[in-house]
Structures are given as structure tokens and as C-alpha cells.
């Protein structure tokens, strides 16, 4: 329970409001690994229900409670001769992967649960081999309330067979394994090569096990040591004290075909093999059984560092909850591919909804990550065989997927495989742009997340064949954007030149990031001009009266500038046309009287790309509004639903779409949270609902070797009555070291020169450069040290300064450096070459302004790589072509280091 302080007057009053159970009739949260079926068990009635296969049984949009109940399942409590037959309570809570539910007392007994799949983050080998594995984990606590030592019994029911067939595998019924001391039950046929597991375990002193059937459970708390469904464990617990009740079931399915179904003369032979790490149920079960705790305690930690910020609760709540794709979605086979399920759709693969989705599995399990991005570049078209120009196309799909589903759409594609058609709504996508983009987004993405050398020298050469597939798609039409193809957004078939013209700009700035890193420096300057020349082309093809305002989708005209504000890249989009944009599909949704319609055509979408936006421009409280939206729409009125999300807003439909983790990308964007391991570059720069108070208070950070916490105070604070201001206090723990070279922070001064205190454990941090960024509606920090620093445990803290503080703060402060930046022309004519000088390597923007700061073209976008004094021709016309007339106006020059601005006149010549 909760407890809320109300003041009313001199008056204190204490309401007791149960929102621990935040989130009930769930009707309990699926358990499992990735890619293994689950188990789901509902307090509410007491019953199980489990879906051992793949896609799961919800693939049918039907209940797993209608279909797949277990015909007698459920927990049972002796305590002191006082027993509960099938525990039932309303008091459960929902939290992906965590369920939870307090079942009251048995003669001053209390009964809770804790129930989860093995879902623990981290890299490691350990936690990957949990996460992959078909476990289900129930803790049940007892704690003895009462004055006298009491003999208390759990016992676990579970039948392997519904009221239309077997369940999990194996028998329907169970039989005590003679190994293992009554403390198992193993449903396995002879010669079957499917079989299901239970196990159990008590910390209690001297517990005693018994398996099978009631027998006289309810009243000695003992089962009949028989055959049976039952698992059961009997301790004697002291007055005051708990004892832990554990459980896990496991299980072991086969698939196997024996049909060519791709005409490749392979056979998918099983593509049920939990990552070849067991032989059989029991196996699983007993290491799953081995690490209970450490399972346990992962997840509970998990669910409670994610609720346990600052920022809204419905906002946390919604970050966990929309990671059951995770289970449901997540597929495999015997030889190393995996892929997800779309979703309401007979589909396995999607790169483009699977992009959008996979921050979260990224930045935890990226070896699954490797395996996906592996199997998408090996079944590429090649050109082989086939038009050449579709040399690099990533396929939709690795199915060839029905509308719904049918045995043949269950196997996916072998290796390698090119040569066949995807999508049946679209057999052929080879015209699809976003798929290569997204391609390329996760092969961005698994470098910021491990910055390993080696891999990238493997695949950024498959993401350059990839990204030359898309120019050529520019090419064909003489554009450097390609407003002919086709994409994700494509219900009506037609092209959609918005969304993948700010995808493409996107993707040319990733290969610019991906080929640096691998030191092409050929290919840098190559994908810095085709973005410059698309950024241009923008300005006249798409920035029009059509923008975000077209159809039921327009949301995703936005994708690209949200999409390079995650990645932390410049922004693709000048002010102007981001904040029309914005207002723009304000007006389309936002003016709806339903929030069905508010919410858009696809919902996931309209969050992520149009809330996204509206986080990057600086309106956190604009994007909270929508994702409020989202959560009322499903959590709210549906909860039932909130594990089994449409991609349409629709939300009376089991559909379990598999973009739902992509509200994750909307936490990175708030937190302005990113970590470049490749790198060692940190990017902290926070954009927070007004809700929050200028504040985030122990905010998690997702990152392979270990998670991190963030803490922030963006108020403006006097500093010893002096007139300098503390605009920001920023303090970042790890729980085990990080390394990192540069930290960029927002710049919420309005000065050109703040000055910034570093404060790494308790040592000031003395040796380190700054340099200020204006590039569209982003102002930056980038903190440059000497040395490279390691964050671990003890953080560290940078605080940001309006002046030069001097009483009462110690360390050292730095202002940024002097800037030596220069325009040095005054006049602009035709035939006259325009002069400027840059002080570091980056992207430049040349702006021509007019007196009253209205924007009116822009005369440059371009990389340099190096500092110097460089020079251009400009034919001065508008971007829409039209001349200048002769007038004085305003050149503002942009770099990574600063901006500067100088009055100019155009002459007439």
C-alpha cells in the first residue's frame, strides 16, 4: 500500500489508497523467454492458461481463458490446520515481466506472490541463456503474523491439457520424478519427444516434499505422493518470519518439417530449440531452478528502478507493460535465426516494425540482436539471378506471410535465402526504401550499444550495399530522396514521400556515423554530400501544403527528425518546419473528440514518431498528453487488451503487436540519455514534462554491461547571493564502470558562454575543453576531456553556470573556448564567392536572415573535416527559386562550436 498525505487546513488527514495494485484484471502477465511459448496465471480466478508455441495461441485473436485453460490448476495454503483450496484475490498487479498478487491470510498466515519470466538484463552469457529459455517463476512468501510457530504447506497445481488438447507439451498428467526426492513432476510420454516439468524448492528449516495427487492436502498439508498434477512443499515457520515457496515449470516442444518449402533443398527442421542450451524440459527447469534468486531478484529490481522515477507512474508503468512482445512475438530456429511475429498479420520478420522496437532487446540481449541483423543482410536480394539494381533490397519479411496463420506460414525462410516474394497484401517490396533504412538503423544501434570494432568491419560494408541500394532508388528518379518508392506506411499501396524522405536523410547522417567508425573516409564525405544535396531537395519536394497533414498517418512525416533526435545526430529539419509540422498534426488529432481518433490510424506510431517530435522540439508536456492518450486507451479501459495491443487503434482485439516496445525511444528522448560505448560518447540532456518540476530523480539507463542512474535538477539557483545562476546539476551513476571521452548536456543558459563544473566521485575534474552547438532548435554542451574518464558507482556530477563562479563552489570552471568563427564577406552577388572560417570539424549551416529574424533560405549545409577558411558560390535565388531582391539582411553561421551572425547586403549584378 501506498500512503498519500493530504493537508487540508491545520488538519493532517491519512488516506490509504491501494495503488500497488496499479494495474488489475490483466488477467496476469505472460511468463517466458524469448522465442519459448509462455505460461500466464490469473489470481483473479486462480487458473492457469499457457501457450507453448509460436506465434501464441493469441496469433487466433482469441483468450487464452476461453481455449487454453488448464482444466484444474491453481495454489493451495495450509497453515495450522487451516487450509485455502484454489487461492483466489483481486489484489494483483501487472508490471511485464512481474506479477503480482497478495492472497491475504490463512490463520495469521499471509500468502503473496511474485511470478515472472526470466527476463534479466545484461550481456552476459548467464543472463542470455535465461532470457532464451522456456521458464515460468513463482514465488509464493508466507509470513507468519501470528504469536506461535506454524506449520505452513503451498502447494502448486498444474494439468497439462486444456478442454481442447494438450497445453505445454509432452502428458497431460504428471508423474513424480523418481530422481528428484518428491520435489518434481514430469509430464513425459514415451518415444515424445515434447515433455513439461515442475520443480520446487523452500528455504524453510528442514522442509518436506510431497508430489502427485490432494490426497489429504487441506488437512495435513501433504499431497498423496502418486501420480498427479500436484507440487507441494511443508516447512514449520516462527512467529515473525517468512519462508519462500519456489516454483518452476518448464517445457520442451518440437516442430519439425520435413517440406522444401523454399526450394532451396533445406528442410526447417526445429524451430523449437531454445538456443540449444538443453536437451529436454527437466534440464531447463533444474537451471532454472539453480538461479531462481537471481531471476527473482533481477526482475523485481528491474520493475522497481523503471517505477521507481520521478517521471508520471501511467508513463513507467506503460515502459514495461509494452515489452510483452518480448515473449509473444519473439521467434527461433535450431541453426541460429530469430525473428518476431508482426502481430495481427501472419508475418515473421518486419524490419521495419521490428527496428522501431528493438532499443529494448539492443541494449540488453544484443547477441539476439547479432543473430536478427545477421539474418536480414544474409537473405538481402544480391542481385543475382535477378535485376541487379535490387543488389542490397532487405526483404519485409522471412515467410512469405498469409494473412493469417496456417502451418506452412509458421517456418521461416533458410539462410540466405533472396530469391522469393514477401508480404502477400504486397508480394513484392522490393521497392520498399525503409527497410534498408531500418537495416541500417539496427546496425547503428548494435554499434552504439557495444562499440565492437571487429563486428562493425563485418557489417558496415553489408549497410553500404544496403545504402547503395536506396541511392539507386534516388537515382532512377534524379533525386537524392526517393519520393517514388513505396514503405511501411502502405494500407492504400501508394508512395510515401514524406516519411521516407526524412528516413533517407536519417540514414545517409547513420552511414556517415557507421563509416567513420570503420575510418572510410571516402565513404564520410560521400554520405555527407548525398545528405546535403536530400536536405536540400526537402526544402522544395516535401516542406509543403501536404505535410503532416495528408491522411490518417501523417504522423509519420515527423519519423526522421524523431529518429535522428534519438540517435543524437543533427537535426534534418530546420525550426520552422519541425514546429509547422507539429502544429499540424496538433490540428489533425489533437481537435478529435475521441481518443480512439486522437490516437491516429497506427497508435504505436503516432507516439513514437509525432510524440517524439514533439520531445526533441522541446515540448516534453505535448508528448506526455499523447502518450496519456495511448495509456487510457488500453491500460485504462482495456486492460485485458494491454498485453495484446493492435497495431490499429482498435483495442478489443488480441492482437500483441510487436512495435509496442518502442515507447522506449520516448524515455531515451526525455531522459536525453545516450551512451556511444563505441565512441565514448555520452549525451545527457534531459526534456521533461513541466509535471516534474524541472526535476528527474533516480531514472534508470539501459546499457549492455550494466544499467545506470540519472538524477537531474533543471531549476535556475542563486549561488551564494552572486549574480551567476546554476541553470543545471546533473549527477550519473553505473553500477560498474563506463568509459567515456565527451559528455554533451543541454544549454539552458541563453549565453554563449556558460561555465561548467565537473565532479567525477569527489575529485574535481580540471583538464577539459567546451565547446558550445546550435544546430536547429538544439543548443548543446559538448564537454571534451583530456583524459578519458570512468564512471562507475561513486558518478559523477557536472553542474552549468550562467558566469564565472568563484565563492563558495569548489573545483575548477571552465568556460567554453573563445570562438574563431568568422564570415568575412559583407556583400553577396552573383559571381562573388562567400568566405567563412570554422574552428572545428562538423556540419556547417549557412542562414540568410532577414532583420526581424525570420528565416529566409538557406545558402549552405555541409561536413568539414577539418578546421579552416573555406569559400562557396550562391546564385542568390530562394530555396523555391525565387530572386532576392537587393536589401540588407542577416548570415548566421552554424557549427558544433558555435553560431555567429553578421549583417550583409545583396547587390543586384
Request: hydrophobic share 35%.
Amino acid at each position: 500500500m501506498y500512503y498519500h498525505l493530504h493537508r487540508l487546513s491545520a488538519l493532517i488527514f491519512l488516506f490509504v489508497i491501494p495503488d500497488v495494485w496499479a494495474l488489475p484484471k490483466t488477467n496476469g502477465t505472460p511468463l517466458g523467454g524469448m522465442g519459448t511459448g509462455y505460461v500466464i496465471y490469473n489470481a483473479v480466478t486462480g487458473d492457469f492458461a499457457a501457450s507453448g508455441k509460436v506465434p501464441p495461441f493469441a496469433s487466433d485473436m482469441k483468450d487464452e481463458f476461453v481455449n487454453n485453460k488448464s482444466i484444474s490448476s491453481g495454489f493451495h495454503f495450509f497453515a495450522g490446520g487451516m487450509a485455502q483450496k484454489k487461492a483466489i484475490t483481486d489484489k494483483e498487479d501487472g508490471k511485464f515481466p512481474l506479477y503480482s498478487a497478495d492472497f491475504g491470510n490463512v490463520n495469521d498466515v499471509g500468502f503473496t506472490l511474485s511470478a515472472c519470466g526470466p527476463i534479466v538484463p545484461g550481456a552476459d552469457q548467464l543472463n542470455y541463456q535465461l532470457v532464451t529459455s522456456p521458464l515460468a517463476f513463482f514465488k509464493i512468501t508466507a509470513t507468519n503474523r501470528g504469536s506461535a510457530p506454524t506449520e505452513v504447506a503451498v502447494a502448486m497445481e498444474f494439468t497439462n491439457r486444456s478442454s481442447t488438447g494438450n497445453l505445454l507439451g509432452g502428458a497431460d498428467t504428471g508423474k513424480v520424478d523418481p530422481s528428484s526426492d518428491n520435489k518434481a513432476i514430469t509430464f513425459a510420454n514415451a518415444g515424445d519427444t515434447d515433455n513439461t516439468y515442475l520443480i520446487v524448492n523452500c528455504d524453510g528449516a528442514s522442509p518436506v516434499y510431497s508430489a502427485g495427487a490432494f490426497g489429504n492436502f487441506l488437512t495435513s498439508g501433504l499431497l498423496a505422493d502418486s501420480n498427479g498434477n500436484l507440487l507441494a512443499a511443508k516447512c514449520v515457520i516462527p512467529a515473525g518470519g517468512s519462508v519462500h515457496f519456489k516454483f518452476v515449470l518448464s517445457w520442451w516442444r518440437t516442430f519439425v518439417s520435413t517440406v522444401d518449402r523454399y526450394g532451396t533443398g533445406k528442410v526447417d527442421e526445429d524451430n523449437y530449440y531454445y538456443q540449444n542450451f538443453y536437451t529436454d524440459s527437466k534440464q531447463a527447469a533444474q537451471f532454472g531452478m539453480t538461479h531462481f534468486d537471481r531471476v527473482v531478484n533481477a526482475v523485481q529490481t528491474m520493475v522497481n528502478r523503471v517505477m521507481g522515477s520521478n517521471f508520471p507512474e501511467f508513463y513507467n508503468e506503460r515502459l514495461l507493460n509494452n515489452l510483452y512482445p518480448q515473449i509473444h512475438n519473439s521467434f527461433c530456429a535450431k541453426d541460429g535465426r530469430v525473428a518476431f511475429w508482426e502481430g495481427h498479420y501472419a508475418h515473421t520478420g518486419i524490419i521495419d516494425q521490428a527496428e522501431h522496437a528493438s532499443l529494448w532487446y539492443t541494449y540488453n540481449w544484443p547477441q539476439h540482436q547479432w543473430q536478427e541483423l545477421q539474418y536480414w543482410y544474409r537473405t538481402a536480394h544480391t542481385g543475382e539471378g535477378e535485376n541487379p539494381d535490387l543488389k542490397g533490397q532487405i526483404h519485409h519479411d522471412f515467410n512469405t506471410g498469409e494473412e493469417f496463420w496456417s502451418h506452412a506460414s509458421r517456418f521461416m525462410c533458410p539462410w540466405d535465402n533472396y530469391l522469393r516474394d514477401d508480404y502477400w497484401y504486397h508480394p513484392n517490396t522490393t521497392n520498399w526504401g525503409d527497410l534498408n533504412s531500418m537495416a541500417i538503423f539496427k546496425t547503428y544501434e548494435l554499434m552504439l550499444a557495444t562499440g565492437n570494432l571487429d563486428s562493425m568491419k563485418v557489417y558496415v560494408p553489408k549497410a553500404m550495399v544496403t545504402a547503395d541500394r536506396l541511392m539507386t532508388m534516388c537515382s532512377a528518379i534524379g533525386k537524392h530522396i526517393p519520393i517514388e518508392s513505396r514503405s511501411t506506411y502502405d494500407t492504400e499501396g501508394n508512395a510515401t514521400p514524406n516519411y521516407l524522405a526524412g528516413i533517407t536523410l536519417t540514414t545517409f547522417l547513420v552511414m556517415e556515423e557507421l563509416t567513420r567508425f570503420i575510418g572510410d573516409t571516402v565513404a564520410v564525405k560521400k554520405y555527407r554530400e548525398w545528405y546535403n544535396a536530400a536536405r536540400q531537395e526537402c526544402a522544395t519536394l516535401i516542406y509543403n501544403s501536404q505535410f503532416c497533414t495528408h491522411s490518417d498517418y501523417a504522423e509519420g512525416d515527423m519519423a526522421g527528425y524523431t529518429w535522428a533526435n534519438y540517435f543524437c545526430l543533427e537535426p534534418i529539419m530546420d525550426p520552422e518546419i519541425v514546429n509547422e509540422g507539429c502544429r499540424r498534426l496538433w490540428q489533425k488529432y489533437g481537435s478529435q473528440s475521441t481518443i480512439q481518433n486522437k490516437l491516429g490510424r497506427w497508435h504505436f506510431y503516432t507516439c513514437d514518431h509525432w510524440g517524439g517530435a514533439e520531445i526533441a522540439r522541446g515540448r516534453p508536456d505535448t508528448a506526455m498528453t499523447i502518450f496519456k492518450w495511448d495509456y487510457d486507451f488500453f491500460h485504462t479501459t482495456h486492460p485485458y487488451i494491454v498485453y495484446w495491443q493492435d497495431l490499429w487503434n482498435d483495442n478489443n482485439i488480441r492482437s500483441s503487436y510487436l512495435t509496442a516496445p518502442s515507447v522506449w525511444r520516448s524515455y531515451f528522448q526525455m531522459t536525453g540519455y545516450l551512451l556511444d560505448n563505441a565512441n565514448q560518447r555520452l549525451w545527457l540532456r534531459p526534456r521533461i514534462p513541466t509535471s516534474m518540476g524541472q526535476q528527474i530523480t533516480n531514472a534508470p539507463l539501459l546499457n549492455i554491461k550494466c544499467w545506470g542512474n540519472l538524477n537531474f535538477d533543471g531549476r535556475i539557483t542563486d549561488v551564494a547571493g552572486q549574480i551567476p545562476k546554476r541553470t543545471q546539476r546533473l549527477s550519473v551513476t553505473f553500477d560498474s564502470l563506463i568509459t567515456v571521452k565527451q559528455l554533451v548536456l543541454n544549454n539552458n543558459t541563453d549565453i554563449d558562454k556558460p561555465f561548467i563544473r565537473v565532479t567525477s566521485g569527489n575529485a574535481s575534474i580540471n583538464d577539459f575543453a567546451c565547446s558550445t552547438e546550435v544546430s536547429g532548435l538544439e543548443k548543446n554542451i559538448r564537454i571534451t576531456f583530456k583524459e578519458p574518464l570512468q564512471i562507475g558507482s561513486s558518478g559523477l556530477l557536472a553542474e552549468v553556470y550562467t558566469g564565472e563562479v568563484s565563492v563558495g563552489v569548489p573545483g575548477d570552471n571552465r568556460s567554453l573556448r573563445e570562438s574563431v568563427l568568422s564570415i568575412n564577406t559583407t556583400v553577396i552577388a552573383k559571381g562573388r564567392p562567400i568566405q567563412y572560417t570554422v574552428n572545428a570539424a562538423g556540419p556547417v549551416t549557412i542562414d540568410l536572415l532577414a532583420l526581424n529574424g525570420a528565416k529566409i533560405c538557406t545558402m549552405l549545409h555541409q561536413y568539414k573535416e577539418k578546421p579552416g577558411t573555406y569559400s562557396f558560390f550562391w546564385n542568390n535565388r530562394k530555396e523555391e527559386g525565387v530572386m532576392l531582391a537587393p536589401k540588407i539582411m542577416v548570415m548566421r553561421l552554424s557549427t558544433r562550436s558555435g553560431i555567429i551572425s553578421r549583417l550583409v547586403s545583396r547587390e543586384l549584378k
